[in-house]
């Protein structure tokens, strides 16, 4: 184990989109008790002890009318969750355990039943609130026939956007970050829609957390453009990674491993953008296909998950696609992305019931291995269904060659370094001899091999 490194570049992520995740029902009617459906995620804990994950991501949490991003209380826990106590208990089980804990921020925009937009609906331009909301204006009528105007998130006007230059908006928000860290002990956030912030709130955002934990973790969810725009020492620690996302499955449907190499050596190469940045890297989420449904081949996943692992940055693996769980988005609706799921249903019937197990493997080889976690990368063989990289950290040079391909492959890597022997940390065997710093070795089908050279 790692020690001497922030937690998150040593961190195995695990995803949950809650709402789903325990069955809540689709809307808040803002009168029901509190159900305390999040004790299922504790039931779950040895689950992802047994997986190697010492992260957990997890939201949105708090109240909200539909879907969780449309915020109504950034103070309570959405009642179909359950209770602030219950999400308090959750935190300190998992604390216990030695699971980080992140959760979902959501400072973009609010729903509707938000209380200072509701302000607004009930006093007009009188209301205190009006400085809350981007493009609020009174000389027309909004989408739901309120009497101004105002902007919604995406042309989505369930979103209202907050105006995050306003002072009162940000200590608003500041609070109840406040809150979630005095009474639920959170490690760090996820923000939500990143790319739509404002720099300098987010510049003050990462200066008030640090006063409240020194390594509290901040990433954010941006989709496309540069990372380092968010991504830098007075901003952001991390950012969702979705170009390597895309290739990790495309650069496998599509035979074509040239597709995620150029990524990975884009970003981390001897010249990449982002060699020191641990991006948050994933195949899948709330928002996208599950991984299984876009690679088709069930047996690509093996592949897959082995370079999620053994790429630079940080892993995270979505709840239910550790079995290799299925499921599609429609142009309306994301419900198959964020099912109800049942432990102990899974255990007995998952599509690849033998895929956790092979994490776990990963996890272990990643947190034992300092290369693996921080080390350089370079690129060393890439093929259509081959790839071979490096991962290099002082004193330690690990080899990772995947095949994606149904047959075994005969495999020839050039070493940059003078090397004598190697062995292969994924599949336990014999020692294999260098010659001429050359390593020749046979992949299995479907597969990989991580080598550490002596």
């Known amino acids: 184990m790692i ?12 995803h949950i989109y809650p709402l789903g995740f325990c069955g809540a029902l689709q809307r808040n009617d803002f009168q029901s008790a509190p159900v305390e459906r999040l004790e299922k995620v504790s039931a779950w804990i040895p689950h992802l002890r047994d997986l190697g994950v ?7 949490l708090f109240e909200s009318t539909y879907h969780g991003y449309d915020t109504a209380d950034y103070t309570q826990v959405d009642r179909r969750l359950g209770s602030n106590r219950g999400l308090a208990d959750l935190t300190w089980t998992l604390h216990e355990n030695g699971i980080h804990v992140i959760f979902d921020a959501v400072f973009n925009h609010v729903g509707r039943n938000f209380f200072a937009f509701r302000d607004v609906q009930q006093h007009g331009s009188a209301s205190q609130y009006c400085g809350w909301f981007d493009g609020l204006r009174f000389d027309g009528h909004s989408p739901y026939g309120d009497p101004f105007t105002y902007q919604g998130w995406n042309g989505n006007y369930d979103l209202v956007k907050l105006n995050l230059g306003n002072p009162a908006v940000r200590k608003h928000l500041f609070n109840a ?7 639920f002990g959170v490690d760090g956030l996820r923000l939500d829609a990143a790319d739509c912030l404002d720099a300098d709130f987010i510049k003050e ?15 954010g969810e941006i989709v496309a453009g540069d990372y380092r725009r968010m991504a830098n020492p007075d901003m952001l620690h991390s950012v969702t990674n979705y170009e390597c996302y895309k290739g990790l499955w495309s650069s496998l ?4 491993y040239f597709e ?6 884009r970003q981390f190469g001897v010249d990449g953008l982002y060699r020191d940045l641990p991006l948050y890297n994933f195949a899948d989420n709330h928002d996208v296909d599950r991984v299984a449904s876009s690679l088709g081949d069930p047996a690509l996943l093996y592949p897959l998950y082995c370079l999620l692992f053994t790429m630079p940055g940080v892993p995270s693996v ?4 550790e079995w290799g769980l299925q499921g599609k988005r429609t142009r309306t609706d994301d419900s198959a992305l964020r099912p109800c799921l049942e432990l102990d249903a899974l255990a007995q019937s998952a599509p690849q019931a033998e895929l956790p197990m092979v994490i776990r493997r990963l996890a272990d080889l990643r947190q034992s291995s300092p290369a693996l976690s921080i080390g350089g990368y370079a690129q060393l063989l890439v093929s259509h269904q081959q790839f071979a990289f490096l991962r290099e950290y002082p ?5 990772v060659a995947l095949n994606a391909s149904a047959e075994a492959a005969q495999v020839i890597i050039d070493l940059p370094f003078a090397a004598t022997r190697a062995r292969d940390l994924l599949n336990p065997s014999a020692e294999i001899s260098v010659v001429s710093n050359k390593l020749a070795i046979e992949v299995p089908p479907r597969w990989a091999r991580v080598m550490i050279l002596k």
Do not use: C
């Open 205 to 219: 955002l990462r200066r008030f957390t640090t006063t409240l934990k020194p390594d509290f973790w901040l990433m």
């Open 177 to 183: 970050v406040r809150g979630w860290v005095d009474e």
């Open 318 to 321: 979505y709840y239910g696609s």
């Open 3 to 14: 020690t001497s490194i922030p937690w998150w570049q040593n961190a195995i992520f695990y």
């Open 54 to 60: 010492n992260a957990l991501y997890i939201g949105p």
């Open 395 to 399: 004193e330690e040079r690990v080899v």
């Open 253 to 256: 449907v599509d035979k074509n």
């Open 260 to 265: 995620i190499a150029w990524s990975l050596n």
